[in-house]
């Protein structure tokens, strides 16, 4: 079952001779349980294209349809952008992005909060995915204690929270050395499983796509290649 | 989750620190309050707490606190004879600063007839009036001294028989009370090296206009200047009299000026109190202004510290009233905290600040709601640059 559906899409900044078309006719499709690895150089557009399925860019043309909803079709929809983030996307940031303020636990849980749980509930479903993280015993540090792999593990649990069917890791390894990364691709690979999320990934690492369901390499906007399943 | 009290609870020293330095900036600002409150207490005490109908002092004089008021002693006598008076006394009134309790003081000398019922002290909080001609003395607690405690001034020395509490002078310095002779004898008291120069000049004087060693000695005591002067007469209306009445009488046919307490104390706020009332409003004024503008960068830098924490809040889907609390509690916080300190603070000040303080609860009220407002309007500026910080800002390295 395809999560994310991305037919034609066009985004263009500025217009006239000064127009820069970051995207050019993008189509591809993830499923429930995939693992995909958007692949390029600085400025090939795979970030404008991961804006664009955030909901944060608005494309110039095209359509994409996420987990059953039409979320862009040429032209403005009524969606509530930020709801349809919290309940559909997790996201992993190449920076972690935790809190600085809340501790593992709690940065976690904020994220369930914010979709309804109550303060025990939150806490609770926040430390199974600590433990599920390997992790637990780290839940009251805050992220200044915590190493870079720990920190990446918190906004993995944090992305994982809501257990949403997509989940967008911008640059997930870039801020770590080669072992922790391989480590984080193999969780991301475990969450794909066993999670049965879409996981789509924005890397210029060739080191890391082992294990990728499909890995498209982007170039000056377009996808100039696509392969399949490595492992 | 409250994610404001986190950051505090995470951050606590900065917070602290910021709470005192703006704390100390308002504990200032409900000083200066207090300063201006009591500038204007002070200013009219004296006129409030002596008893007296009317005060009639100098011709085209605004005294005897505004400038100084200059009649004969005798005048008052003349003042009693006027229709429509029961009573009147004399008063005088002067700056002094001597050694008094160990310490070099400055305070205010007022003069009255004991035995009359006119300008004595109004707030004895121990001992008694003055009942004795000579030698004794009523002084405000503020000079330090105590009941049966012996003051030199001048050539005597004067027992303490009662004192004061808020006794103060329009500058706020503590009043001590004597009777008429006494004041005046201390008023005019010249040291006796300076008695000596000046009985050699004035014999100097005569003897080059003429006259002889002998003939100058006998004209000598008539050149030593007059201590028969006073500042003001007070006066007793007699039931029934018409104060109008009375004053023009007293204008036209003993050529002094005389006011009303109430007129007074008019004399006193729009003179010597106007233009010190009105530096004291204005700096408490830009006070407050300035608080409000600390406050507002304070949160402002608080909020651009957080500004990826914000849009990593505002990607994963947080709504927007979840930024703006985040920011105007920490703002109110700030605030609320701050003015707890300053009330405390200012309470702590209060008796030992040289000045008389005057804490008025309305105007404290309505100083905390100008701060809390001007809180609120300070976290404005940074919810507005939070709102606007794109949610793309915490993609990238």
Not at chain 2, 93 to 112: C, H, K, L, P, S
């Given at each position: ?17 000064l ?36 909901l ?113 890791a ?11 990364g ?49 492992h | ?24 900036l ?84 007022i ?22 001609a ?33 006794a ?16 005046q004898?201390?008023?005019?008291q ?7 120069a ?80 009105a ?24 909020t ?41 603070a ?38 507005w ?13």
């Amino acid at each position: 079952m395809a999560i994310v559906e991305v037919s034609g899409l066009n985004k263009t900044f500025g217009s006239g001779e000064l127009a820069v078309h970051a995207l050019r006719d993008i189509s591809f499709s993830a499923n429930a349980g995939e693992l995909v690895a958007l692949i390029g150089p600085s400025g090939s557009g795979k970030s404008t294209l991961l804006l664009c399925m955030s909901l944060i860019l608005v494309p110039s043309s095209g359509r994409i349809v996420m987990n059953g909803h039409t979320v862009y079709d040429a032209g403005a929809t009524d969606l509530d952008v930020r709801r349809f983030r919290r309940e559909n996307i997790g996201f992993i940031f190449q920076a972690h992005n935790l809190i600085p303020f809340l501790n593992a636990r709690e940065n976690i849980s904020l994220v369930l909060h914010l979709n309804g749980a109550g303060k025990r509930e939150a806490a609770r479903r926040a430390q199974e995915l600590l433990e599920y993280l390997e992790i637990g015993h780290r839940a009251d540090s805050m992220p200044a204690n915590l190493s870079g792999g720990e920190q990446q593990r918190v906004a993995i649990g944090r992305a994982l929270a809501n257990q949403p069917p997509l989940i967008f890791a911008d640059e997930p390894t870039a801020a770590l050395d080669t072992d922790r990364g391989i480590r984080v691709m193999g969780l991301l690979r475990k969450i794909a499983r066993e999670r049965n999320s879409a996981v789509i990934t924005v890397t210029h690492d060739h080191r890391m796509i082992e294990g990728f369901d499909s890995v498209y390499h982007m170039m000056d906007g377009r996808f100039v290649d696509r392969t399949e399943a490595t492992h | 989750m409250d994610l404001a009290v986190k950051d505090i609870r995470r951050h606590l020293g900065k917070f602290i620190a910021t709470i005192a330095g703006v704390g100390l900036l308002l504990t200032i600002v409900l000083v200066m309050n207090g300063i201006y409150q009591g500038n204007i207490a002070d200013g009219v005490w004296l006129i409030e707490n002596t008893a007296t109908d009317m005060w009639v002092v100098e011709r085209g004089r605004g005294g005897p606190f505004n400038e100084s008021s200059r009649i004969p002693l005798d005048a008052y006598k003349s003042v009693a004879a006027t229709p429509g008076i029961a009573r009147a006394s004399p008063f005088i009134v002067y700056a002094a600063q001597r050694d008094v309790g160990g310490a070099n003081q400055q305070f205010t000398i007022i003069g009255y007839d004991v035995f009359g019922v006119l300008g004595g002290p109004g707030r004895i909080v121990r001992g008694r009036a003055i009942s004795a001609a000579h030698y004794e003395m009523v002084a405000d607690a503020k000079l330090g001294l105590e009941l049966g405690d012996q003051v030199r001034l001048g050539q005597h020395e004067y027992r303490v028989v009662g004192v004061t509490g808020e006794a103060v002078d329009p500058s706020g310095n503590p009043l001590v009370y004597l009777s008429l002779p006494d004041a005046q004898e201390i008023q005019y008291q010249q040291d006796t090296q300076a008695l000596v120069a000046a009985r050699a000049a004035n014999l100097k004087r005569l003897e080059r206009a003429g006259y002889t060693s002998e003939q100058a000695s006998k004209l000598l005591p008539l050149l030593a200047g007059s201590t028969d002067t006073i500042n003001a007469v007070l006066l007793r209306l007699a039931p029934g009299a018409d104060a109008e009445a009375v004053r023009k009488h007293i204008r036209d046919w003993l050529y002094f000026d005389a006011y009303t307490s109430a007129e007074e104390r008019e004399l006193m706020l729009e003179g010597r109190l106007r233009r010190m009332s009105a530096v004291l409003g204005l700096f408490r004024s830009l006070l407050v202004v300035v608080s409000i503008v600390i406050i507002a960068l304070i949160v402002y830098v608080l909020t651009i510290e957080k500004i990826r924490s914000i849009a990593t809040l505002k990607l994963i889907g947080a709504p927007n009233w979840v930024i703006v609390r985040l920011i105007m509690e920490q703002s109110l916080a700030i605030t609320l905290a701050s003015f707890a300190f300053a009330w405390f603070a200012s309470g702590l000040i209060e008796p030992r600040f040289p000045r008389t303080l005057i804490f008025l609860p309305q105007e404290t009220l309505a100083t905390f709601l100008v701060m809390l407002a001007g809180g609120v309007a300070a976290s404005l500026m940074a919810i507005w640059h939070a709102l606007r910080t794109p949610p793309q800002v915490a993609l990238g390295g």
